[in-house]
């Protein structure tokens, strides 16, 4: 016994080595889907491909979309455009059309009528031929006897043991590989058999009885009877008619005992089981060439409990087999294929195989055991609204999508430290904190840089206590005297804005405490407000932490010993900042907290309203939230470079109405109200290390 090992570092850029029993429309499909991912796929087939007769296919819109990304334009192949589905009685007569291709606007590609043959000559070109990704290799009159899901290697009849990383069974209803998952679930007679053959379309135009079925191009046409039913519809670029005609099983018996496809029936036999039918029913079945003609056992199986087993998924008809309704055998293999490649795309490893596989059930798994038991279903007659909706159901759906969003949630699911703020749909958010997968940014944040500009002022304490949002924050000292500070800081080699940065100036209140419920204090600098120049820092402020940010502009111009920074909205000055005859000081023993005070931390009050009409001034969330100073830094260190001081520095704050600032006035005009009695403190501190606010929690 050979053993050929295929397998290498599934890391490399050959990507992982897929083997594929089968090369049916399943396998061949799962073929281009895995190469165009970068992976090395070779095909096992029993047979030699001798060409299939009288068989053909719908491309459902859910099926076409698959194949054209896929690049597959089965139109290339004769398929062509399902235009209308004429029903009929057993005696002829109409009984509803439904104009498929002016209801077709709902999706957004076409139903296509192709011939089985051909379309599989065209996946099997595709999957070999020169593209994205490296050919795929077909091996025909290769019989595989055993596989093992474990080592993801085949066994073929002549002894040769073909190893590789990933074993997908796409070997149709007898497979093979399913029997590794369960060996106890077997396929069964669904009570149905098929005659199945082509016909040229000119046959049926050129004889006047049957030539009104031939003239519409796209016109699918079916009879439907109590327990029988005819369907015919072109393909080949309108040049053949395909027939399938559905009957008890009863009424066929096939020399092999009525498992395999394929098997010879006499005409007779087809015109007797449909010899209540219209005369033009009866006609065109007449047509049938006896050389070509076959019966087509149709077969049903229980739900299998899984679809992989380690290093090994089957796909299509061996995990799933469909009877002839609702256009959906071909389809729902083909959209196992490109989930399977979705599962395993470009660049995962051997260790995460078998998670992946058995993501492709999950995404699969409901979808297809649903489609499975509304074929079921439409043995009988449905009432046209039950109807329609499995039309909706199996049409309106992409299998990419599907399962690339399973995936994508799965790996957020994967991400254990994910911060989730709106719009959540996207994933977790990346900010200041937590880039997207959730790593802390604290060791990049330490080569940050900032400069802060804070002019700290005397005022009053009555005026500044109605900034305080409830009778639970005061001051800590007695009198009517308090001080605040402005502070603008410019941030840049920012970590989480690739190393760009931006500007706040923030209005703080200092010697300011909280009183908890249970009569503990918390003691610091209060932030009413905090303006920013940038929407970025403004979400996730105000999202993850609370903080009470706005707009606005932020400009500085800096010279030698003079430092000017001024706020303003779309153009409208508000404020204006300046200090002075600035002069290097010693820095060794100055705090790089925002504020510059020797106080345990800064405290806002975080609030979110409700929605609806009839909850303004509703709080959804309502409570105070505390940054202590040691705790962060402790994340982040921050290290004083350099600093300047002065005694000459100015606040000039105007409110300008609301035509000016139609959304700042309210606030603004607060902050002019602030008297400045006397400048205590100007100086402008430049270091590394800026804190990222992480060690932020609820008071309560």
């Not at 003691?523 to 993850?544: C, H, K, Q, W």
């Amino acid at each position: 016994m050979a053993i050929k090992q295929m397998n290498g570092d599934a890391t490399t850029p050959g990507g992982l080595r897929i083997l594929i029993v089968g090369a049916g429309i399943g396998g061949l499909t799962a073929a281009i889907a895995l190469r165009q991912q970068g992976h090395r796929v070779e095909l096992f087939e029993r047979s030699r491909f001798a060409n299939e007769i009288g068989a053909a296919i719908h491309l459902s819109p859910n099926a076409n979309s698959i194949l054209l990304k896929l690049g597959v334009d089965a139109t290339k192949f004769g398929a062509v455009e399902c235009e209308a589905l004429r029903e009929h009685t057993p005696a002829g007569e109409v009984s509803h059309i439904t104009p498929v291709k002016q209801l077709g606007a709902i999706w957004r590609n076409a139903w296509l009528l192709v011939h089985r043959a051909h379309f599989h000559d065209g996946l099997k070109t595709t999957a070999q031929a020169p593209g994205k990704g490296e050919p795929a290799v077909l091996h025909t009159a290769s019989k595989v006897v055993d596989v093992d899901p474990h080592n993801a290697t085949v066994t073929l009849e002549n002894g040769d043991v073909i190893k590789g990383d990933v074993l997908i069974g796409a070997d149709g209803v007898h497979s093979l590989t399913r029997e590794k998952l369960s060996p106890d679930v077997k396929p069964y007679s669904s009570g149905k058999n098929a005659f199945r053959f082509l016909i040229s379309r000119q046959q049926a135009l050129d004889d006047p009885e049957t030539r009104s079925i031939a003239l519409d191009h796209g016109a699918v046409d079916m009879w439907d009877g109590a327990d029988r039913r005819v369907v015919i519809y072109p393909c080949a670029n309108n040049d053949m008619l395909n027939f399938v005609c559905i009957h008890p099983d009863s009424l066929t018996t096939s020399n092999d005992g009525g498992d395999s496809y394929n098997q010879f029936i006499s005409k007779e036999t087809l015109l007797d089981v449909y010899k209540e039918f219209s005369p033009q029913v009866l006609k065109l079945l007449g047509k049938a060439d006896p050389e070509t003609l076959r019966l087509w056992p149709l077969l049903d199986m229980p739900t299998l409990p899984t679809w992989v087993e380690d290093r090994m998924a089957v796909l299509g008809d061996a995990v799933h087999p469909f009877l002839p309704y609702r256009a959906s055998g071909g389809a729902m293999a083909i959209e196992d294929a490109v989930s399977l490649s979705v599962m395993l795309q470009r660049g995962v490893t051997v260790e995460e195989i078998p998670e992946r596989l058995k993501l492709y059930e999950k995404a699969r798994h409901e979808r297809a055991t649903t489609v499975q038991e509304m074929t079921r279903e439409s043995v009988q007659f449905l009432p046209p609204d039950k109807s329609f909706g499995m039309v909706v159901y199996i049409f309106g759906h992409d299998e990419f999508d599907h399962s690339t969003q399973v995936l994508r949630e799965h790996q957020w699911s994967q991400i254990t430290s994910a911060y989730w703020r709106q719009p959540k749909v996207f994933g977790p958010m990346p900010g200041p904190r937590q880039d997207f997968l959730g790593q802390n940014r604290a060791l990049k944040s330490q080569s940050s840089t900032f400069q802060t500009a804070s002019i700290k002022f005397k005022t009053s304490r009555t005026l500044l206590k109605n900034l305080l949002p409830s009778e639970r924050y005061s001051f800590i000292g007695p009198g009517s005297v308090a001080r605040a500070s402005f502070s603008i800081t410019t941030l840049n080699k920012m970590d989480w804005l690739a190393g760009g940065g931006y500007r706040h100036i923030g209005l703080y209140i200092h010697g300011v405490q909280y009183k908890k419920e249970n009569g503990e204090v918390v003691r610091g600098t209060y932030m009413p407000v905090l303006f920013e120049n940038l929407a970025d820092p403004i979400v996730s402020g105000r999202e993850e932490l609370g903080m009470p940010k706005l707009y606005s502009a932020i400009d500085v111009f800096e010279r030698h010993n003079s430092y000017r920074s001024q706020t303003s909205w779309q153009g409208a000055v508000w404020g204006h900042f300046e200090l002075e005859d600035l002069e290097d000081d010693d820095h060794s023993a100055e705090k790089g907290t925002v504020g510059g005070e020797d106080d345990e931390g800064i405290l806002v009050h975080r609030y979110i309203p409700k929605v609806g009409q009839d909850q303004k001034g509703v709080a959804e969330a309502e409570y105070p939230v505390f940054v202590p100073h040691a705790q962060e830094a402790k994340v982040v260190p921050s290290t004083v470079t350099r600093v300047r001081r002065t005694k000459s520095a100015k606040i000039e704050i105007n409110a300008l109405g609301w035509d000016a600032l139609p959304t700042l006035n309210h606030v603004v005009t607060r902050l002019e109200e602030i008297p400045i009695d006397q400048i205590l403190e100007a100086k402008i501190t430049e270091g590394t290390g800026v804190p990222d606010v992480s060690s932020a929690y609820r008071l309560e």
